[in-house]
């Protein structure tokens, strides 16, 4: 594999939005060639007979089916909280207005 420049360093930092100085980058290009040089040891690993997986659990069904429960509350109930109702629903101010840098 190709040893990582400066500017893969600086490429990946600035991909990842991150402002890194001179003195970080001549830290991190050591540190991401070894990690790279890892990454290509796995790849030659050979998984030719290796069933794939997506967990290691065994576990095959980790959802359970919708079902419907009585509650406990109801609508008059959930709404006694507050007063400010309308048409049954909770009232709240809006979050969502006309933008005035248009």
Same mark, same amino acid.
Not at 6 to 15: E, F, G, I, W
Not at 60 to 72: F, G
């Given at each position: 594999m190709a040893? *990582?420049?400066?500017? &893969? +360093?600086t490429? +990946?930092?600035?991909l990842?939005?991150? &402002?890194?100085t !001179?003195?970080?980058i001549?830290k991190f290009? /050591?540190?991401?060639?070894q990690i790279?040089?890892? +990454? $290509?040891?796995?790849g030659k690993v !050979? ?5 794939p997986?997506s967990?290691?659990? $065994?576990l095959?069904?980790v *959802?359970?089916? &919708?079902e +419907?429960? /009585?509650?406990s509350?109801d609508q008059n $109930? ?5 007063n400010?109702?309308h048409? $049954?629903y909770?009232k709240? &101010?809006?979050i *969502?207005t006309?933008?005035s840098?248009?």
């Amino acid at each position: 594999m190709a040893k *990582l420049s400066k500017a &893969d +360093v600086t490429h +990946v930092a600035r991909l990842a939005k991150l &402002d890194l100085t !001179d003195t970080e980058i001549n830290k991190f290009l /050591p540190q991401l060639s070894q990690i790279l040089e890892h +990454v $290509g040891e796995l790849g030659k690993v !050979d998984t030719t007979d290796l069933t794939p997986t997506s967990q290691t659990a $065994g576990l095959t069904n980790v *959802l359970r089916e &919708d079902e +419907v429960k /009585p509650s406990s509350i109801d609508q008059n $109930g959930a709404l006694s909280g507050t007063n400010k109702t309308h048409n $049954g629903y909770f009232k709240v &101010d809006a979050i *969502l207005t006309e933008r005035s840098d248009k």
